[in-house]
């Protein structure tokens, strides 16, 4: 199994440039979620999926979208890049269960720069 | 909103002693603590989780305390190696929400 994995590990954009961050996983995980990571500031949330057909919001969405048409597949479309968006982004993907949550695998990253 | 807020932000030991680091969640209906291990340059990846139903987990040397009354969980690591050295999150997730909240993260240095 591959686990998770993302595409592209590197992006430099300009701004106003508009792009999507791919993520699949190969698990069968019902659940996945982006998160962008900026120094001191940990993981924050921008977007999660309970199952196919299904996203919402996380913690800081906005600039963001996403769609989730397949279990497999949970693209990252930004918009309209903007410097503020310069992070590392991961992916993750775990089981849902009844009992709650479950143990997250993460993608290896992309690095993006907003110029 | 939901909030998780973790210390120390950095936390040095010598090897051998022990180190605890410490998060305080705010939705008292989360039910699930896990605790992540970053290297540099590395991805996340679990190391330790705990259930809402369980008051401590152990596992050879780290273990996990919950007191869900005063909404606090502490990762606590024991005869520290130089290898223990990266940066720590907890999180906590809500099955009504469906949203895992990290903290910020501890960077942690054992010293040879």
């Known amino acids: 199994n591959a686990g998770v994995t993302q595409t592209p590990k590197f992006q430099v954009l300009k701004t106003g440039q508009s792009m999507t961050l791919q993520c699949a996983q190969d698990?069968?995980?019902?659940?996945m979620s982006w998160y962008r990571q900026d120094p001191g500031m940990g993981l924050r949330l921008i977007h999660y999926s309970v199952g196919a057909g299904i996203t919402d919001q996380g913690e800081v969405p906005n600039g963001y979208n996403v769609s989730r048409s397949t279990t497999e597949d949970f693209p990252l479309r930004l918009l309209s890049a903007a410097p503020s968006q310069t992070s590392v982004y991961f992916c993750?993907?775990?089981?849902?269960?009844?009992?709650?949550?479950?143990?997250?695998?993460f993608g290896p990253g992309t690095r993006l720069t907003v110029l | 909103g939901e909030n998780v807020e973790q210390h120390p932000s950095t936390l040095s030991v010598q090897e051998g002693d022990s180190a605890v680091i410490k998060c305080t969640y705010s939705d008292s209906a989360s039910n699930y603590f896990p605790w992540y291990k970053q290297e540099l340059g590395k991805r996340p990846q679990l190391i330790i989780d705990?259930?809402?139903?369980?008051g401590e987990k152990k596992d050879q040397r780290i273990a996990v305390t919950l007191n869900k009354t005063a909404k606090h969980f502490s990762l606590h690591i024991t005869e520290t190696q130089p290898e223990d050295s990266a940066v720590y999150f907890c999180?906590?997730?809500?099955?009504?929400?469906?949203?895992?909240?990290f903290g910020t993260g501890t960077r942690l240095k054992v010293l040879a």
């Open positions: 999180a906590a997730y809500t099955s009504g929400t469906y949203k895992y909240i």
């Open positions: 993750a993907s775990s089981q849902t269960g009844a009992s709650g949550g479950n143990e997250q695998f």
């Open positions: 698990m069968n995980h019902e659940y």
């Open positions: 705990i259930r809402s139903n369980v």
